[in-house]
């Protein structure tokens, strides 16, 4: 039989699962349950869902999680965060704490261009290129006001319009360059309507037009959260810590295996804050690791310095963040995830999600460094491995206190549960 069917989009929603069940299930009626028991029951709530994006059959949820205890800028934070993996809420919160008792996190926004640009080819002489394009600049603009207006109230709109030359790259490659500011918005909607404004009145014979988007390459939308306290703050063998977290540092910056994962542990902290908040992880995953890119190697987005016994750690990362337009609003997550943050600015929200990757990384290079990774992961897995295997609630708060003092594995879960059982 066939899997493949036209107007699918078309069917109504009990349509689309009937056929996904039939056609891809043995067991249909557990595939159908399954995904209605995801369904809310707030038909109001569900039918936004719905409509988020096509072919929706039902939802797919990750906890939200909420970390207290940060300060940042002398501003206490409960941040939300929306992740699966088990240890990410609990690093942060630990990490929150420790620093909070140790002045808090510092953080500051550098600069906020975005950039889009209008990809085109055009074979001819470069020269008469750059005097149409001088000519016309001011219409470029010009067309683009209808869409720029109320961005420019709020102080925002598009910086500069600049021809590039790319035909050294590609024969014939050339762009206008774009850079924007787009304020409490993510704006890549904003950003893509100037774009193709743009591109309709600067075509004509001899310019064809290739394509006009948004960079999710933004090195100049860049963020810094920092902690520092002397190296006697940090604990008991603080010389020797700060000494190999440095190390830590060092090597995910000359060793790109490390690096990427590395930076895999920045992006727990700072896709689950994104996320939590309605906006795009995906375009801040591409760009920040663009960015670690940026020097022709992969290499760590964090930085330390140990010097005159003060320990220095610090995250620079472009982040494209909105507060306003997108799910921000429309999400009633999302929505109370902002409120939560005490309705942040884009800028402000830039700054603790730098600050909730930036503890990740801490947390996890503080693991690594001591008692290694796994114990705290372990334990913090044990619930699930408790899950799989069935275990009743009783069982599994007798089995969370039996492996408090002992080391946490599958098959010693599984083995402490199948002892349990046969007592
Ligand atoms: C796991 O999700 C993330 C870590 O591997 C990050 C790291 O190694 O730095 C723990």
């Not at 799910?327 to 999302?334: D, E, F, K």
Request: aromatic share 10%; charged share 20%.
């Amino acid at each position: 039989m066939t899997k493949i069917i036209s107007g699918f989009s078309k069917f109504t929603k009990q349509e689309k699962i009937n056929w996904i069940a039939s056609t891809f299930f043995t067991e249909k009626e557990d595939a159908v349950s399954v995904l209605k028991k995801y369904w809310n029951s707030d038909e109001n709530l569900q039918q936004l869902h719905d409509e988020f994006i096509e072919n929706t059959i039902s939802n797919f949820y990750v906890p939200y999680g909420v970390a207290p205890n940060f300060i940042i800028n002398g501003i206490d934070y409960a941040i939300p965060m929306a992740v699966e993996e088990s240890s990410v809420v609990a690093a942060a919160s630990l990490v929150a704490k420790f620093w909070s008792a140790r002045g808090g996190f510092k953080a500051k926004v550098v600069s906020t261009t975005k950039i889009g640009q209008v990809h085109f080819m055009y074979n001819g002489d470069f020269k008469a290129l750059e005097t149409y394009f001088e000519e016309i600049k001011p219409s470029l603009f010009e067309v683009t006001d209808t869409i720029t207006k109320n961005m420019r109230k709020r102080g925002g709109g598009i910086l500069d319009l600049e021809l590039r030359d790319k035909s050294d790259k590609l024969n014939n490659y050339y762009q206008i360059h774009a850079s924007f500011e787009t304020k409490d918005s993510m704006g890549a909607n904003f950003i893509n309507s100037c774009l193709e404004a743009i591109a309709k009145k600067f075509k004509k014979e001899g310019i064809e037009i290739v394509m006009s988007i948004l960079s999710n390459y933004i090195p100049e939308c860049l963020v810094r959260a920092e902690v520092g306290c002397s190296i006697d703050e940090l604990g008991e063998n603080g010389v020797e810590f700060a000494q190999k977290f440095q190390q830590a540092v060092q090597i995910a910056n000359v060793e790109p295996h490390r690096a990427v994962t590395h930076n895999k542990g920045i992006m727990n902290g700072i896709d689950a804050v994104v996320l939590a908040t309605g906006n795009d992880f995906r375009a801040i995953e591409a760009g920040a690791h663009a960015f670690a890119a940026k020097d022709g190697q992969y290499k760590s987005l964090t930085h330390c310095e140990v010097n005159d016994g003060i320990f220095k750690f610090w995250i620079e990362i472009p982040l494209a963040l909105g507060t306003v337009g997108g799910l921000t609003a429309l999400h009633p997550l999302a929505k109370l995830s902002l409120e939560l943050l005490q309705k942040p600015s884009a800028r402000e929200l830039m700054q603790i999600v730098a600050v909730a990757g930036l503890a990740q990384n801490f947390a996890a290079l503080r693991a690594l460094v001591t008692t290694g990774i796994q114990e705290g992961h372990m334990k913090m897995h044990l619930q699930n491995i408790l899950n799989q295997l069935g275990a009743s609630e009783k069982e599994k708060q007798e089995l969370t206190t039996y492996f408090k003092k002992r080391p946490v594995s599958h098959s010693a879960v599984v083995s402490a549960y199948a002892k349990m059982k046969e007592l």
